[in-house]
Nanobody, 115 residues
């Protein structure tokens, strides 16, 4: 069993930055592929970024070049660094942990980009 707790969301002006954190409990964090997803009001949840157990990363086109993802296995934490934020980045951001046969979600953290 893995529990995920996101933090770091908030209100930021367009062009600003935020760093989201996702802290995991439980064992074997290092073997999980970790992902960030987001869901804007009235829209389906969409994938944002992924980092594998060996540190390979991938990003949705909408955030490529602006967001980075990193993990600290000793702290059992994955981060999403968001730069050059746009109003369309406004959403609830969710953390996801995946390994064969298992999927866990966090409760989400709100990010609002507005002037």
């Amino acid at each position: 069993q893995v529990q995920l707790v996101e933090s770091g969301g908030g209100l930021v002006q367009p062009g600003g930055s935020l760093r989201l954190s996702c802290a995991a409990s439980g064992s074997s964090f290092s073997i999980y592929t970790m992902g960030w997803f987001r869901q804007a009001p009235g829209k389906q949840r969409e994938w944002v970024a992924t980092i594998t157990s060996i540190g390979s990363t991938n990003f949705a086109d909408a955030v490529k070049g602006r967001f980075t993802i990193a993990r600290d296995n000793a702290k059992k934490t994955v981060y999403l660094e968001m730069n050059s934020l746009k109003p369309e980045d406004t959403a609830v951001y969710y953390c996801k942990a995946i390994k064969p046969g298992f999927v866990y979600w966090g409760q989400g953290t709100q990010v609002t980009v507005s002037s």
